[in-house]
């Protein structure tokens, strides 16, 4: 159904290639603002559900090409002028940018500054390709939704506050993940540690696997489970000291159904990491009554706060170190850790988040309706919705 009280389309190519936490954020979020989006578009093509797998990939590689081209010399942009769009748009990623004419009532999602603060810890091209999309944001200063304060404040650093509205939007717990039903993964002792997310330099799963192993956890019965893809720079290097250590075990994706049954079973969650837009896993760990240990500072103190225990992500001896901790916690501690803990996340409801983007897609879709956003009595109040 389109219309004028569904003001936006939303491009979500990102959906094609991705079921990290950046598609079930985008999900949930599209899903609680139906009423004011029209359609999705998959890489130009209109559709009201994800396309079958086998066009997502075409349509993915397709895409991909495209951000390549339009991120380098510039000569597609000039025979190929990015193409232009009607309504407002909701971008599900900053790159997406690149295939329109981005005006100032859009809405674009950033999930993290990481490509320009941490080019190393992507394959090559990714930072070119995000440096030309942010360019194109500060050119055309568009609403922003960002998923945590510190990709906020990081985006605030490079290109400055003066946009219409800069509003922190966080992951609520998935919706799927509070479903009862669980499926057993085959081979996982009854103690270890549990790290979710893509394998690679960017999770830190080469320190935290030295670091488990120098704990000598594995002796006492403890194995570590890494759950993720094999798809990111540096997760050639992991797996092979994963086969080397005992103890860690790699089972790659797993579903839902095992997901919940790892996090249920686990006896603590470990992510170290390097960088992380929000860190929803450590959220998600929380909620199962699991004590994270993570990184010290940036998204994931801001979403699980007190409770948790934190670590120097460069010190593998401070990461073993941290993981005795976590085997070792007595039961009045645990329970102390998660009483504060459970506090920190209860705040990133479905409802709240929801309420927020809500606000940002309506402000956008005044800006619009009333011709120009610029000089807007709107963004001006607007404003007052930063953070």
């Not at 295939?99 to 809405?107: G, H, I, M, Q, T």
């Amino acid at each position: 159904m389109t219309g004028p009280n569904r003001p936006f389309d939303c491009e979500f190519t990102l959906a094609l290639n991705n079921r990290t936490g950046k598609y079930f954020f985008c999900k949930e979020m599209i899903q609680s603002s139906d009423d004011l989006i029209a359609t999705c578009l998959y890489w130009r093509v209109p559709m009201k559900q994800l396309p079958p797998r086998t066009l997502s990939r075409v349509l993915g590689r397709i895409a991909r090409w495209e951000v390549d081209f339009r991120s380098g010399t510039g000569l597609i942009t000039r025979l190929m002028a990015p193409s232009p769009h009607r309504r407002p748009l909701v971008f599900t990623d900053p790159r997406e940018v690149l295939f329109y004419r981005l005006k100032p009532s859009d809405v674009v999602v950033c999930h993290d500054m990481g490509p320009m603060t941490h080019p190393d810890l992507y394959d090559p091209g990714v930072s070119r390709i995000y440096r030309k999309a942010f360019d194109q944001i500060r050119a055309a200063r568009p609403f922003m939704i960002f998923v945590s304060e510190a990709s906020q404040q990081e985006f605030i650093a490079r290109y400055g506050d003066d946009f219409p509205a800069m509003r922190v939007v966080s992951p609520p717990l998935r919706i799927d993940m509070q479903q009862s039903d669980q499926r057993a993964v085959e081979g996982i002792p009854k103690k270890f540690f549990l790290t979710v997310g893509a394998v690679g330099q960017r999770k830190n799963q080469l320190r935290a696997i030295r670091a488990f192993d120098a704990t000598g956890l594995a002796e006492d019965g403890y194995g570590y489970v890494i759950c993720g893809g094999l798809h990111e720079a540096g997760a050639d290097l992991a797996a092979e000291e994963a086969r080397r250590t005992p103890g860690v075990i790699l089972p790659g994706y797993v579903n839902d159904a095992e997901l919940r049954w790892l996090y249920n079973n686990a006896s603590g969650f470990v992510l170290p990491s390097l960088l992380e837009g929000f860190g929803l896993p450590a959220a998600e760990a929380v909620h199962y009554g699991l004590v994270p240990l993570l990184s010290h500072g940036g998204a994931l103190q801001e979403v699980a706060g007190d409770g948790a225990i934190y670590v120097n992500p460069l010190d593998e001896a401070e990461i073993a170190a941290g993981m005795r901790l976590l085997a070792d916690l007595s039961p009045e501690e645990r329970k102390r850790r998660l009483d504060q803990l459970l506090v920190n996340v209860s705040r990133f409801s479905l409802e709240n988040e929801a309420s927020k983007w809500r606000e940002t897609l309506t402000l956008a879709a005044a800006a619009w309706s009333e011709g120009s956003a610029a000089g807007n009595p709107l963004l001006a109040k607007s404003r007052n919705l930063q953070g």
